[in-house]
C-alpha cells in the first residue's frame, strides 16, 4: 500500500472502545488513539466515511440489510477464511483489536491477521493459556463486526475449517511450517535470545525447552479441540 494515496487504506484498533470495536461510527478524532491508520497517512473524513461502511455492516438491524450491505462492502470470502484461520490459531487478539482492515479504492473491504503473539496457547507475556479457549467469546464481547458476520455465516465457516482440515489445517502441515521455521531460526539462537532479554519478563519462554515436541502437542491439542466444536 501507499500511505500518500488517499484511496488506500490500512486501519487497524489501537484499544478496545466503541471504534475498534466498531460499536458506534468511528470520527476523526478516534485517530490515531483509538484507530490506527497505517495507510494514508494522512486521515481525511473520507477515510472516517470509508471505515464506517464496516461499522455499518456490523450493525445492520436484519438479514436483508446485513446481506445488501455486505454484497457492497465486505469480501465475505476472505472474510469467512480470516474467522476460520483464527478459531484454529486461537487468535484471541485478531478477535478484538488486532485486525487490519484493508481497501484499495473501490475495493470490498479484506480482513487481515497481524501481531499473533497471542495466539495458539501463547500469552503475551510468555504465560500460557488454555488451548480451549473459547475464541468466538472473545469476539462476541470485542468486534461487533467479527461476531455478526460469524453470526451470519457460521456454517460456511465450519464447512471451510473442514475442507482445510484434510490439507492446510491438517496436524502434518502445520507442524512442518513451524518445525521448519524453528529449525531454520535454531535452537542456539532461541537460547541467546533468551540471554540477551532475560529481564524483559518474568518468564522464560518455552522454545529453549524442546521446541518440537512442545508445538507438536500443543497443534495437536488445539486441533483436536477444534474438531470437537466446528462439527
Do not use: C
Not at 16 to 32: G, W
Amino acid at each position: 500500500m501507499d500511505d500518500k494515496n488517499q484511496e488506500q487504506i490500512i486501519i487497524t484498533g489501537e484499544n478496545y472502545t466503541d471504534a475498534p470495536e466498531l460499536r458506534k461510527n468511528a470520527v476523526l478524532s478516534d485517530f490515531p488513539n483509538n484507530l490506527e491508520a497505517i495507510s494514508p497517512a494522512d486521515v481525511t473524513q473520507k477515510t472516517v466515511d470509508a471505515f464506517n461502511e464496516l461499522v455499518a455492516l456490523a450493525n445492520a438491524t436484519d438479514g436483508d440489510e446485513y446481506h445488501r450491505l455486505e454484497t457492497q462492502y465486505l469480501d465475505t470470502e476472505a472474510a469467512v477464511d480470516y474467522i476460520t484461520f483464527s478459531l484454529v490459531i486461537n487468535n484471541i487478539d485478531g478477535f478484538a483489536k488486532n485486525i487490519h482492515y484493508l481497501k484499495d479504492g473501490n475495493t470490498k473491504w479484506v480482513l487481515m491477521t497481524y501481531d499473533l503473539d497471542v495466539s495458539w496457547d501463547n500469552s503475551w507475556n510468555g504465560e500460557t493459556l488454555s488451548l480451549k479457549e473459547k475464541t468466538w467469546v472473545t469476539m462476541s464481547n470485542n468486534n461487533k463486526l467479527l461476531s455478526t458476520i460469524y453470526h451470519y455465516h457460521e456454517p460456511e465457516i465450519k464447512k471451510r475449517y473442514l475442507e482445510l482440515r484434510k490439507s492446510v489445517f491438517s496436524d502434518e502441515n502445520i507442524t512442518t511450517l513451524i518445525n521448519k521455521w524453528v529449525e531454520t531460526i535454531g535452537l542456539p539462537n532461541y537460547q541467546n535470545n533468551d540471554r540477551l532479554w532475560k529481564n524483559i519478563s518474568n518468564t522464560t519462554h518455552r522454545l529453549s525447552k524442546g521446541v518440537v515436541e512442545n508445538y507438536n502437542k500443543v497443534i495437536e491439542s488445539r486441533l483436536e479441540y477444534m474438531d470437537s466444536i466446528m462439527k
